[in-house]
T-cell receptor
Framework: RKEVEQDPGPFNVPEGATVAFNCTYSNSASQSFFWYRQDCRKEPKLLMSVYSSGNEDGRFTAQLNRASQYISLLIRDSKLSDSATYLCVVNGLSGGSYIPTFGRGTSLIVHP | DGGITQSPKYLFRKEGQNVTLSCEQNLNHDAMYWYRQDPGQGLRLIYYSQIVNDFQKGDIAEGYSVSREKKESFPLTVTSAQKNPTAFYLC??????????????FGPGTRLLVL
């Protein structure tokens, strides 16, 4: 069983649409959670942390449900520039260090 | 500018050859990591180092070796024992002591191709 699972997509949406991605994790001892964005043939870049109370950064909203072990990312008013792969990352404590586990990513294509 | 650099951007390996990928950071981060990414796959952890002169195997360490002689440098050697080395290799670093909010910053990556 994969530790962090994401729907690979692609999600193909028009500009202005609202789109949501989910990510499930299997390790209930996971400590912290993040969303990264990865453009084609580039390195991943941190998009936002995910807090238990939910958090928002402009058009992006992240939610965490520890009981059901999933996190979500909501993008409102999609832009062409939002087209990318979104990686779910879960940090778990191992030997005194926080070691991240990455999902395979969800591909988003925003079209005119 | 502070950041992480990786070189070369593209690397070609012949059968039976060892190659070394460079990773340097000037962020003064304690921890450094090496990942491998295959098409359609997530990042898989090869090795990581939390402190100078110490490193740990990740999930797919076989066929790879690392060293951490300096805080700013964490080179990865892909040995001839790695039978399927073609992939995108990403180096990352993070600052310890931030608790569970420790986040990683990535270099631009090296694409390794086998001839």
């Amino acid at each position: 069983r994969k530790e962090v699972e994401q729907d690979p997509g692609p999600f193909n949406v028009p500009e202005g649409a609202t789109v949501a991605f989910n990510c499930t994790y299997s390790n209930s001892a996971s400590q912290s959670f993040f969303w990264y964005r990865q453009d084609c043939r580039k390195e991943p870049k941190l998009l936002m942390s995910v807090y238990s109370s939910g958090n928002e950064d402009g058009r992006f909203t992240a939610q965490l449900n520890r009981a059901s072990q999933y996190i979500s990312l909501l993008i409102r008013d999609s832009k062409l520039s939002d087209s990318a792969t979104y990686l779910c990352v879960v940090n778990g404590l191992s030997g005194g260090s926080y070691i991240p586990t990455f999902g395979r990513g969800t591909s988003l294509i925003v079209h005119p | 500018d502070g950041g992480i650099t990786q070189s070369p951007k593209y690397l070609f390996r012949k059968e039976g050859q060892n190659v070394t990928l460079s990773c340097e950071q000037n962020l003064n981060h304690d921890a450094m990591y090496w990942y491998r990414q295959d098409p359609g796959q997530g990042l898989r952890l090869i090795y990581y180092s939390q402190i100078v002169n110490d490193f740990q195997k990740g999930d797919i360490a076989e066929g790879y070796s690392v060293s951490r002689e300096k805080k700013e440098s964490f080179p990865l050697t892909v040995t001839s024992a790695q039978k399927n080395p073609t992939a995108f290799y990403l180096c990352a670093s993070s600052q310890r002591g931030q608790g569970d909010q420790e986040t990683q910053y990535f270099g631009p990556g090296t694409r390794l191709l086998v001839l």
